[in-house]
């Protein structure tokens, strides 16, 4: 793993998770989380107990953090869904100077895609609501119904669905391990960020061939200075 470099021209193509790294989800994933909990009784008083949802599959999460069975996670999901569909999905910030990023990215060259284990419908509307769609020239996401269910389907898919056939022309980006994982599984490089909701130690367990610490690194290590 390397802390500092210069990658600008090593990649064509960069791929972005959505949660904790273009955006900031907390309130709408963590209050969609504790409405569907409270289904099952269970009641979450502070939302930061729920930040480690952000990231991994919902499913994963309520199984592996509150012991639902398969059945109760899957109703769980209808109930977070029911309330995320509503409100959820805009209680969301974009993390500030991301907006540059993208546009100083997409300005020297690099096409920009993003790959979420959100919902892809959710996916899209996030980012035409937050005004971030002219940046990328595919937004791809996991399905309703269970399709794509790891970060490894996604970006596999994404790669697919873009006719993109050389991982290495692509760096995977996020916060989280499951994004660096998912990106070691096919092949691709990638860059774990620091400002969203994974740890240092956790990105770098998990492989991740860069760190960046904040947003302002992550444009050193990937755009060309003037």
């Not at 398969?70 to 100077?97: H, I």
Request: a negative charge.
């Amino acid at each position: 793993m390397k802390h500092k470099a210069h990658l600008f021209g090593k990649y064509r193509y960069l791929f972005f998770d959505l949660d904790g790294t273009l955006t900031d989800p907390l309130e709408g994933i963590a209050g969609s989380a504790a409405y569907a909990l409270s289904h099952f009784g269970i009641r979450v008083d502070d939302l930061q107990e729920l930040t480690p949802f952000i990231g991994p599959p919902l499913q994963e999460s309520f199984m592996k953090y509150y012991h639902l069975t398969e059945e109760q996670t899957s109703e769980a999901m209808l109930k977070y869904r029911e309330r995320f569909a509503d409100v959820g999905w805009c209680e969301n910030k974009v993390y500030p100077g991301i907006a540059h990023l993208l546009g100083a990215a997409k300005q020297q060259g690099y096409q920009l895609m993003v790959a979420t284990s959100k919902p892809e419908i959710f996916a899209r509307r996030i980012i035409n609501h937050f005004q971030l769609d002219s940046y990328f020239t595919f937004v791809g996401g996991c399905g309703l119904n269970g399709e794509r269910g790891t970060k490894a389907d996604v970006i596999s898919y994404v790669l697919e669905s873009a006719g993109v056939e050389d991982v290495n022309e692509v760096v995977m980006i996020g916060d989280r391990k499951h994004d660096v994982i998912g990106a070691k599984k096919l092949g691709m490089d990638s860059i774990g960020v620091l400002y969203g909701y994974g740890s240092e130690d956790e990105l770098a367990t998990a492989g991740a061939d860069y760190i960046a610490g904040s947003i302002g690194e992550l444009e050193e290590l990937l755009l060309e200075q003037s």
